[in-house]
T-cell receptor, first 111, second 112 residues
Framework: DAKTTQPPSMDCAEGRAANLPCNHS???????VYWYRQIHSQGPQYIIHGLKNNETNEMASLIITEDRKSSTLILPHATLRDTAVYYCIVRVLTSGSRLTFGEGTQLTVNP | DTAVSQTPKYLVTQMGNDKSIKCEQN?????MYWYKQDSKKFLKIMFS???????INETVPNRFSPKSPDKAHLNLHINSLELGDSAVYFCASSWDSGNTIYFGEGSWLTVV
């Protein structure tokens, strides 16, 4: 699976959009971009994933650049409960594939 | 109604003991996993079972033995516990190993 690079930490004001970047310049054509988050003392929580088109669900939006070498997770109206470590992961969706977690980005939402 | 549940949530035990962590999922998934998160917060896969068959077995001491009695359960047995086994262990599941993986809330193991 391709390696990802994320900033170690970010801050965001409550109510504002949080934009979390991720670089995956060596991504392969069949690798998906996945985002998970881990709130303190909880299990990792699935947020969203995509291949090349932008995706949106009730939690977030995922914007993937046309060359697929980077992506941005957008939390449109961040709340204090969104404070967590956010992981960007690329993986193929084949039998035996795995989620390989990096260090992620610690997002702190401030009041 | 918890989708992936683990017991116990907290476990404190002495070195040398043998302990088990149980995991159950009610999502109808056919693939289950064990991940370990150490003190440095890195999450690493340990094992994966698909339809009760072992498909991923990372470099884990053979003191760790997963057991899957059926598709909905994957238990983790640890023999001769060591201080370095102290960590948070997460169970997870997915529909086939190539799909979105959902995690439990973790089991905090402390070896003293």
């Amino acid at each position: 699976d391709a390696k990802t690079t994320q900033p170690p930490s970010m801050d965001c004001a409550e109510g504002r959009a949080a934009n979390l970047p991720c670089n995956h310049s060596t991504i392969s054509g069949n690798e998906y971009v996945y985002w998970y988050r881990q709130i303190h003392s909880q299990g990792p929580q699935y947020i969203i994933h995509g291949l090349k088109n932008n995706e949106t669900n009730e939690m977030a939006s995922l914007i993937i650049t046309e060359d697929r070498k980077s992506s941005t997770l957008i939390l449109p109206h961040a709340t204090l409960r969104d404070t967590a470590v956010y992981y960007c992961i690329v993986r193929v969706l084949t039998s035996g594939s795995r989620l390989t977690f990096g260090e992620g980005t610690q997002l702190t939402v401030n009041p | 109604d918890t989708a992936v549940s683990q017991t116990p949530k907290y476990l404190v035990t002495q070195m040398g003991n043998d302990k088990s962590i149980k995991c159950e999922q009610n999502l109808g998934h056919d693939t289950m996993y064990w991940y370990k998160q150490d003190s440095k917060k890195f999450l690493k896969i340990m094992f994966s079972y698909n339809n009760k068959e072992l498909i991923i077995n990372e470099t884990v001491p053979n003191r760790f033995s997963p057991k899957s009695p059926d598709k909905a359960h994957l238990n983790l047995h640890i023999n001769s516990l060591e201080l370095g086994d102290s960590a948070v262990y997460f169970c997870a599941s997915s529909w086939d190993s190539g799909n979105t993986i959902y995690f439990g809330e973790g089991s905090w193991l402390t070896v003293v």
